[in-house]
C-alpha cells in the first residue's frame, strides 16, 4: 500500500488537547468507515484507527487515546510499559472527518481531559490502516526494533511543553 500520514497537536493547555491526522491514498483500496455518532469502543486497533499516547516526564505510565473515523474512541491508562490498560472515562471528544477519493483528514478535540502528570510530555502517534482485503498496516513516529509496538516507551519520541 502505498500511503502518506501526517498528524499535528493543535492544542494542549490546561485540560485541552487537540490533534489531527491526515491520510493521503487512494481511500476505495482502504476500509475507512463513514462517520457516525461518537462513542466509546473498544478494539479499534483491529481496524482503521489513529492513536496517540502521552506520558508525563520520564513515565512509566502513560495514557493512551485512539479515533476511529467513524467517530469510536477510547482512552486507557497504563501504570507501566503494557500494564494496567484501565478504561478512562472521560469527556466525549468531538471528531470531525473529511474524506476526498485520497485523502482523509480527522480532527480531534478534548476539552476537560486530565493529562499525564510530569513535564515535560512525551508523545508517540500512530495509525493502523486496513486495507479492503482486510490487512493491516501499523504506522508510527517510531517504531523500536522488532515487530511494531506503539506501546514500547522508544516510540514516544516527540516532546511537548502544554501552554
Given at each position: ?123 508517540g502517534l500512530a495509525a493502523v490502516i486496513e486495507d479492503s ?31
Amino acid at each position: 500500500m502505498t500511503a502518506r500520514i501526517g498528524a499535528r497537536v493543535s492544542e494542549l493547555s490546561g485540560d485541552r488537547f487537540a490533534l489531527s491526522f491526515v491520510l493521503e491514498s487512494d481511500l476505495a483500496k482502504l476500509r475507512i468507515p463513514a462517520l457516525r455518532t461518537s462513542r466509546p469502543a473498544d478494539g479499534l486497533w483491529r481496524h482503521t484507527c489513529f492513536e496517540a499516547f502521552l506520558m508525563g516526564g520520564s513515565g512509566p505510565g502513560y495514557r493512551e487515546f485512539n479515533f476511529s473515523p467513524s467517530g469510536a474512541w477510547a482512552m486507557y491508562d497504563f501504570c507501566d510499559y503494557r500494564a494496567g490498560g484501565e478504561a478512562v472515562v472521560g469527556p466525549t471528544p468531538a471528531i470531525e472527518q473529511r474524506r476526498s477519493p485520497n485523502r482523509l483528514e480527522l480532527e480531534v478535540r478534548l476539552n476537560r481531559v486530565e493529562l499525564p502528570q510530569g513535564r515535560p510530555l512525551w508523545l508517540g502517534l500512530a495509525a493502523v490502516i486496513e486495507d479492503s482485503g482486510g490487512g493491516l498496516s501499523y504506522w508510527a513516529l517510531h517504531h523500536p526494533v522488532g515487530e511494531p509496538d506503539f506501546h514500547h516507551p522508544e516510540a514516544f519520541v516527540q516532546q511537548l511543553e502544554p501552554a
